[in-house]
Structures are given as structure tokens and as C-alpha cells.
């Protein structure tokens, strides 16, 4: 089954959508912080990550992300972005996903999710692949 | 600093246009003055000068407004303050003509200067004010003491005076004692009134400055604030939802009920937050993106947003957008929340079987979209209060619990930072009709 990694500082919301995964069947991965989620990254080479923004610094998933996508052996994976910057920001990032310069990820979803949103948006990036 | 100086020439710059308003009126009454004194009075007046003047008033004061509206949108203050001191000047010289050429010092009109000491008072420094108070102090004294000497011709008012007074020493200096001091008086007294109003402008003007401030400053405290707690209900909703779904196996019916209203409850929050996110970030932002869409679109997107609840309600959905309204500009993704936001009001708000209708105009470099609705209306003493933050009318209170008196206040926000209007008019019982003015 597929391997995902979930890179977010909230242990609540790791934990809620760990259940959810793991009830698919996936197998998860935890990484608490940017930095240690690229070391994961790195290690077990994961099908799908779960990346949320706001964690060492405000923008450290958009880091995250491009630092991976900038990597020939990591560009590949795709990448979902949780996040509750809309607010922050007053930008609608849904419309930027997938355009390299900008937003660099796959998937752009707001927090909270629902656990069938969740399912199926997976679902759709695993099956880009 | 530069804005305090760019809203002082605006100032300065409207009244001077007052300035030239009060002198047309003066033009003519000088004209009626002259035509009455010379043809009904009998009075043998030089009418020649008299009129060759006040031809000249009607010059001057068309340059002026002409210069002033060439001026306009680069104003500096040095050079309107020099406006203001030329206007005057020049009244000063012509209102001193007009007195040679009727009289001299015998015309009770002498007194007229007075008003423009005021007026020097009103827009000028003190310093300014009481330059012109001399000017005017000194062409007086000129035709006073020229006219007595013989040096300029004494102009008779004829039947008015009995015997001539010009000529008369103890009368002309009686007479300029006091018209000078009651220059002089009068110039202190205008401006002691403008200064002490100017300094309280300025007392206003720093404590709105304050308040915005302050504004800013809870903005952002909300912002922060509210931000924290929906990272917090997120988690919540995140933990409860896989449970509420069965995820975690399967609940009996009274553990699925409990679980249940918590998720409804902290769906509820999250939607209240979520809007006063919305509404404190619009206000924190300096400058939304704007950019060209087509209206028409925004539109479609905004109907087809609501048009499922409208079926559930059977409520039929018109809409009617004039063909020449192409692409306008502005913050799209703000303007058709706000369209979303006021159609679902009237889905909301509206009886089943109910009609709401939606038409665009084009008004040349505005579109007026309206929204009626055959709802329960507002009741009309709450309509002024429609648009404040939290505020819910009291009939749609009792018809729905839940709502965060948000919507409004948020669609007024967007609509004012695209310059636009945003207005209702309604009937209780009948329905609503929100209008919208964007510019293009």
C-alpha cells in the first residue's frame, strides 16, 4: 500500500488524519517539523506527502515544497498542502497550486478537512502518479 | 507632512472659490447699486468708472477661476496663498476705486472694507491679514487726503449731503480715526476666531489619526486572536470527525448523537471565524489586487453557488445582464463572495416558491447590479443597521438561529474598497432589493 508522509507541528491534527489513512489501509509517516520532514522525505522516499505551511516559520511548507520539487529524485512526489493561510493572506491559493514558480504543490487544501475530502484527494494525487 | 500641506492648499483653494462665488454676487450688486443711485436716486455719479470697474471685477475674478482649475490636483500652498493674497489685494484696490468715484469719504459704503479684513482674517495668516489691513488703511488715507487737498477730483454724491464734508477737516479725520481702528479691530478679531478654530481642526484631525490607530491595532488583535482559535477548532474537527464518521469503529446511537452535535457545533464556530477572519483582513489590508474580469462570469459562478438550495426551496432565479458590460475591474474573488453572500441571503431568507430576480445595468463607467428577492423583508427601523458588524435584523433572527451578522458588513467593506456602493431597500413581509454601484 502506499506510503505516506504527513510534515505537520499540530500532533492533534497528525494524529486525526493518521486514523483516517490508516483506516484506508495507507501506511503514514510522521515528521514534526520542515526540516525533519525533508530528512524523512529522504529516508523512506514516501508516495504522497502531507505538507502543512505554518510550522518553524510561516511560509516553511512553501520552502519545503520548493526544495523538493527542485530535487531530481524528489520532484516526482506529489505534494498536498494543508493549510489555514487563506485567512492570513486574503490569497486564494487553490488557483496557483501547480504553477512552479509560485506555488509549487499538487493539491492545495483548507484546514479542516473532512475525512472523506481527505480520502478522495489522496486518492486523486496518488493516482497522478 | 506633505499630506498635512496638500489638505492645507485644498482648504485654502475651496475658499478661494468661495471667495469668487461672493464676488459675482458682489459684481452685481454693485451694478444694481450704480443703476439705482444713478437712475431712480438722480445721483450725478461718474457711472463710466463705476461700470469700467466693476468690468474689470468680472475680469479678474474669471482668471482667477480659471487659474484655480489649472491648478487643480497639483495644488501647492505657497502659490494658492498667493491667490488669496492677490484676490484681496485687488478687491482692496477696486473697492477703493468704486469709493473715489462715489463720494469718497462721504459714502457710507466706506465701510465695506470691513468685510474683506474678515475675509483676510478667514484665509490668510495673521501676519497676511494685517499687511492687507494696511494696504487697505493706506489706499483710504491716499484718496482721503488727496481729495482734501485738491490733489484728485472729489466725486459729489449731489443730493445725498447737504454740505460737502471732504473738505471738512475735523469731519475727515473723526471719520478716518475710526474707519482705521475699526480696520484694524476687525482684522484682529477674525483672526483671533479662525486661529482659535484652526487649532481645534487640528486637535480633531490628530485624534482621528489616533483613533485609526486604535482601529488598527484591535484589527489586528482580532486577527491574531481568531486565528489562534481556528487553529485550535481545526484540530478539534480534525479529531472528532473520523469518530463521528465511524473511522474509529462504530459508536452507539447515543455516543453518534453527542458526537455528532459537537462537530455541528464546531462546524458552526469555525464558519463564524472563518468570517471574522474574512472581515478584519479586509480591513488590515492596505491595498487589494485588483485586476479585469468579466462580471458576467462572476455571476454565473455566484448563481450556480446557490441555485441547488434554491431548487430544494423552488425559488426561480432571473437574471438579466446588459450585453455591453464586458470585463470590469477589481478584486474578483472578493466581488463574487459578496455577490455569493447576497444571493444566498435572499435563498435564505426567501419562502419557498418564492423569485428572486437579478439585474446588471451598464452606466457607463459603473455597473449597477440589483437583487430582489420576494423575502420577508427588514423591518425598517433596523435598515440603517444592516450592514454593521454582528448586527442580525430581528425578523431573521427568529426565522434562522445560527449566522454571524457578518455577511453584510463584509460585502459593505469589499464594495467601498472598490470605490462602490452598497445600499437596500426593502418592505417587511415583501421582500428586499440590494443594489451595488462598481465602478468599471
Known amino acids: 500500500m502506499a506510503r505516506i508522509l504527513i510534515i505537520d507541528d499540530d500532533p492533534d491534527i497528525v494524529e486525526a488524519m493518521k486514523v483516517v489513512l490508516e483506516s484506508k489501509n495507507y501506511e503514514v509517516a510522521i515528521a514534526k517539523s520542515g526540516e525533519e520532514g525533508l530528512k524523512r522525505v529522504r529516508q523512506i522516499k514516501p508516495d504522497l506527502i502531507i505538507l502543512d505551511v505554518m510550522m518553524e516559520s510561516v511560509d516553511k511548507g512553501f520552502d519545503v515544497a520548493r526544495n523538493l520539487k527542485n530535487d531530481k529524485n524528489h520532484q516526482d512526489i506529489p505534494i498536498l498542502m494543508l493549510t489555514a493561510i487563506k485567512e492570513k493572506t486574503g490569497l486564494g491559493f487553490e488557483k496557483e497550486a501547480g504553477d512552479p514558480d509560485w506555488l509549487p504543490v499538487d493539491g492545495y487544501c483548507e484546514k479542516p478537512l473532512k475525512p472523506e475530502e481527505l480520502i478522495s484527494k489522496v486518492k486523486e494525487l496518488l493516482g497522478k502518479r | ?440
Not at chain 2, 60 to 65: K, M
Not at chain 2, 139 to 168: P, Q, W
Open chain 2, 1 to 440: 507632512m506633505i499630506a498635512k500641506e496638500f489638505d492645507l492648499a485644498k482648504d485654502l483653494i475651496e475658499r478661494n472659490y468661495w471667495l469668487i462665488r461672493l464676488r459675482w454676487i458682489a459684481i452685481v450688486g454693485v451694478n444694481v447699486t450704480v443703476l439705482f443711485t444713478s437712475q431712480i436716486l438722480k445721483l450725478s455719479l461718474p457711472v463710466f468708472f463705476l461700470y469700467a470697474i466693476s468690468a474689470c471685477l468680472v475680469i479678474y475674478n474669471l482668471i482667477f477661476c480659471i487659474f484655480l482649475s489649472r491648478i487643480k490636483g497639483k495644488e501647492s500652498f505657497v502659490i494658492v496663498n498667493r491667490i488669496a493674497n492677490a484676490q484681496i489685494s485687488l478687491d482692496l484696490l477696486s473697492l477703493s476705486g468704486l469709493i473715489h468715484f462715489s463720494g469718497g469719504l462721504e459714502n457710507p459704503f466706506i465701510f465695506y472694507f470691513i468685510f474683506h479684513m474678515i475675509i483676510a482674517g478667514i484665509l490668510l495668516s495673521r501676519r497676511a491679514s494685517f499687511l492687507q489691513a494696511s494696504f487697505a488703511v493706506l489706499l483710504f488715507c491716499a484718496m482721503v487726503v488727496s481729495e482734501y487737498s485738491g490733489l484728485a477730483t472729489h466725486y459729489d454724491l449731489g443730493k445725498f449731503f447737504i454740505l460737502n464734508r471732504y473738505n471738512n477737516f475735523i469731519y475727515a479725520s473723526g471719520v478716518s480715526f475710526v474707519f482705521i481702528s475699526t480696520v484694524y479691530i476687525a482684522v484682529y478679531m477674525a483672526t483671533s476666531i479662525s486661529q482659535r478654530l484652526r487649532e481645534r481642526e487640528e486637535i480633531l484631525a490628530e485624534t482621528n489619526t489616533l483613533l485609526k490607530q486604535q482601529a488598527l491595532l484591535k484589527s489586528e488583535y482580532v486577527l491574531r486572536v481568531s486565528h489562534d482559535i481556528k487553529e485550535h477548532l481545526a484540530a478539534i474537527q480534525g479529531c472528532l470527525e473520523p469518530v463521528a464518521s465511524g473511522i474509529t469503529g462504530e459508536l452507539n446511537p447515543r455516543q453518534l448523537d453527542l458526537v455528532q452535535r459537537a462537530v455541528q457545533r464546531t462546524a458552526k464556530l469555525i464558519f463564524f471565524v472563518k468570517a471574522l477572519l474574512e472581515i478584519t483582513r479586509i480591513k488590515l489590508t492596505k491595498e487589494i489586487k485588483m485586476d479585469y474580469f468579466y462580471f458576467q462570469d462572476v455571476l454565473s459562478e455566484a448563481i450556480a453557488h446557490i441555485s441547488s438550495k434554491a431548487k430544494d426551496k423552488n425559488i426561480t432565479v432571473n437574471s438579466t445582464v446588459e450585453p455591453s458590460i464586458g470585463r470590469i475591474c477589481g478584486a474578483q474573488e472578493y466581488i463574487q463572495e459578496t455577490v455569493v453572500n447576497i444571493l444566498a441571503n435572499a435563498v435564505k431568507y426567501t419562502p419557498g416558491n418564492g423569485k428572486i430576480d437579478i439585474t446588471v445595468n451598464d452606466q457607463g463607467n459603473t455597473i449597477l447590479i440589483q437583487i430582489k428577492d420576494t423575502g420577508v423583508g427588514i423591518p425598517a427601523d433596523e435598515l440603517p443597521k444592516i450592514f454593521e458588524e454582528f448586527f442580525r435584523a430581528s425578523n431573521v433572527r427568529e426565522l434562522e438561529k445560527d449566522g454571524t451578522g457578518l455577511g453584510l458588513s463584509i460585502a459593505k467593506q469589499v464594495i467601498e474598497r472598490h470605490n462602490g456602493k452598497i445600499w437596500v431597500e426593502s418592505k417587511q413581509g415583501k421582500g428586499s432589493t440590494f443594489s451595488i454601484e462598481l465602478p468599471k
